[in-house]
C-alpha cells in the first residue's frame, strides 16, 4: 500500500506590477511572513471562501452579490393590458 504523499508546488507569477508587489511586501512585513507564505495565505483564504459560497448559493445569488455593492436598480413594469395567453397544446 503506498502511503500518502503531500505534494507541494512552484507557481511562479510573472508581469506583477511594481504597485501591486510593494504592496504585497508591505503586507507580508506588517503580518511578520515572507511575501511567498503572504500571497499563500492570500490564496487560500480567498479560495476557500470562494468554494464555501459557491456551494451554498445558486448562480442567481452568487451574481446578485457580486453586484450588490453597485447599487440597486428599480425597473418600472407596465401595467398588464391583457390577459396572459393560454399555452397552445396543453394536455
Do not use: F
Not at 1 to 8: D, F, Q, R, V, Y
Not at 33 to 46: G, K, T
Not at 53 to 82: C, F
Amino acid at each position: 500500500m503506498l502511503a500518502e504523499e503531500n505534494i507541494l508546488a512552484t507557481l511562479t507569477i510573472r508581469n506583477l506590477d511594481d504597485d501591486l508587489k510593494s504592496r504585497l511586501r508591505i503586507r507580508a512585513a506588517r503580518h511578520d511572513h515572507s511575501m511567498e507564505e503572504e500571497a499563500r495565505l492570500i490564496l487560500r483564504d480567498v479560495l476557500s471562501v470562494s468554494e464555501n459560497a459557491e456551494e451554498q448559493y445558486g448562480i442567481g445569488t452568487r451574481i446578485r452579490k457580486r453586484l450588490e455593492d453597485l447599487g440597486g436598480v428599480e425597473l418600472e413594469l407596465p401595467e398588464r393590458s391583457e390577459r396572459p395567453r393560454v399555452p397552445e397544446n396543453l394536455e
